[in-house]
């Protein structure tokens, strides 16, 4: 199986020995015109990667659309390698069809802003729900769902030419709908806006900027960062009546700017106020680092009963780590911040801050302590594809060693979910065909009694695409663990 280190390289062309042989004029000026001809299409080879994927931009990323045969990075080949399988058995099938791609960065610079587990569980979470799909858990078994993998690089930077290539798709492999994104930039918008114009429906997993749901036909599974920012606000006022605001100011991120204003609006009333003036930083610029450590003195100085960090998630355990330096350490710290995915108990420098009298408190996409704790805000199919008694197609039986409690599989599976449940409710009859078109008209009906049973929670979306009166997860970040949690906090209002 190919992987996402592989590279196609050019045989040398046989007449690379003629330049031993002889010494003729008339065999040099061959060998010119050989050198001519030859070495564009040798160049054109070596950026070709597969079918449908090509070696781009200053990383020489090997971007584009595969079915699955082309694996993107190593840790990706054992889902890719179930999707593929699933995808030619569909095709083997003889049944009418329909194609979901999944769009998401699946090669990763070293300081990217998402990690290797939040692309292999993107993944993991969409292809059960394709799987389970295929075989009548929702809506029947028509039409048979194929998935493409989508691979617009790091920062999505090369989405122009991969939504090209899923342009030109749509009707030999009948792609209907896109899922995933799962970053709010500005190249994620370009992306979506350039989709829409294509008349592709487009279900957004992890992706909680407001301002994209001005995009049409756009749906989203994640609340909103305004909600996550709302519902945080909510759950923290009982125990705080101040805050203190730090804040990314970098103008290509969407998502900051909006956990802020939204957090800032929920926060302050008659009895709560913020302290001291907005910390900025711009996560664009060097020594981001440094910057946290200058912000300590006035956060001493200010005693705020809760810290609020609008910001990525890599930059949030810069920022905890920096706690350890401040000289108030007598001072309790609680930090809240948006939508927490942590994989992975924190670095070592991380530890550091939160054994510093630190606490650090986030909305969570999803968690499956949920499900045992309030379960009748669940539908009880859709979490038993993740977990169950004896499953052995289930998602603790496919991937063992992987994590829920990210919630990001969660996420990606009711995405995915959401386009099947547009797509099977698109079907007049079992022989009709579907096209994008059809789901985008579906799109306007799921809600109320026609809402997605997520593995989250059922999705009802509103008429801007976003879910409704979700509840939200809160959770504790733990020194040596994964985040625990703590609470369903009321939606934000």
Excluded at 111 to 125: A, F, M, N, T, Y
Excluded at 281 to 286: C, D, F, V
Aim: glycine content about 8%; aromatic content about 6%; proline content about 7%.
């Amino acid at each position: 199986m190919s992987t996402g280190t592989d590279r196609i390289t050019p045989p040398k062309p046989a007449w690379w020995k003629w330049l031993w042989v002889g010494g003729a004029a008339l065999l040099g000026a061959a060998v010119v015109v050989a050198v001519t001809v030859v070495v564009p299409a040798i160049n054109q080879a070596s950026r070709t990667c597969d079918e449908g994927v090509e070696q781009r931009g200053e990383l020489s990323e090997c971007t584009g659309v595969t079915d699955g045969r082309y694996v993107f990075a190593p840790d990706l080949a054992d889902v890719q390698g179930r999707i593929r399988a699933e995808n030619d058995a569909v095709a083997a099938s003889g049944k009418p069809y329909v194609s979901v791609a999944v769009f998401l960065p699946m090669t990763l610079a070293e300081e990217d802003i998402l990690s290797p587990e939040w692309v292999r569980h993107q993944l993991q979470g969409a292809y059960l729900a394709q799987f389970r799909a295929n075989r009548g858990t929702w809506g029947g078994s028509a039409p048979m769902i194929r998935l493409l993998l989508a691979n617009p690089g790091s920062r999505l930077a090369q989405w122009e030419p991969v939504v090209a290539e899923l342009e030109r798709r749509i009707e030999p492999e009948h792609l209907v709908a896109v899922t995933g994104i799962g970053l709010s930039l500005d190249e994620a918008r370009r992306a979506m806006t350039r989709l829409s114009e294509l008349n592709v429906p487009i279900i957004g997993s992890h992706l909680a900027a407001d301002e994209l749901s001005q995009i049409p036909g756009f749906l989203r599974v994640s609340p909103t960062s305004s909600t996550y920012a709302k519902s945080a606000a909510n759950y923290i006022k009982p125990t705080a009546r101040t805050a203190m605001l730090v804040r990314d100011s970098n103008p290509g991120d969407l998502y900051p700017k909006t956990l802020a204003d939204a957090f800032t609006a929920q926060f302050a009333d008659a009895e709560h106020q913020f302290v001291g003036r907005p910390e900025l930083y711009n996560s664009t610029l060097p020594g981001v680092e440094n910057t946290f450590l200058q912000m300590m003195p006035n956060l001493c100085g200010n005693d705020p009963d809760v810290v609020y960090f609008a910001g990525r998630e890599n930059h949030l355990t810069a920022f905890i780590a920096e706690l350890a330096n401040r000289r108030c350490l007598d001072q309790p710290i609680t930090v809240l911040t948006g939508d927490l995915a942590l994989v992975e108990a924190p670095d070592a420098a991380m530890r550091r801050g939160l054994e510093a009298n630190v606490t650090v408190l986030a909305p969570g996409l999803a968690h499956p302590q949920a499900w045992t704790t309030t379960p009748e805000q669940f539908n009880g199919g859709s979490v038993a594809g993740f977990e169950e008694p004896g499953c052995t197609d289930c998602f603790r039986a496919m991937f063992p060693d992987d994590r829920l409690d990210d919630g990001v599989a969660i996420l990606a599976h009711d995405a995915m979910l959401s386009a099947v449940w547009a797509i099977r409710h698109s079907v007049a009859n079992p022989g009709s065909k579907v096209t994008a078109k059809d789901v985008l008209q579906v799109r306007n009906r799921l809600h109320g009694e026609l809402a997605v049973p997520g593995a989250s929670g059922d999705i009802s979306f509103d008429e801007r695409g976003d879910p409704v009166n979700k509840a939200v997860p809160i959770l504790r970040v733990r020194v040596d663990d994964t985040p625990e949690f703590l609470a369903l906090a009321a939606p934000g209002e």
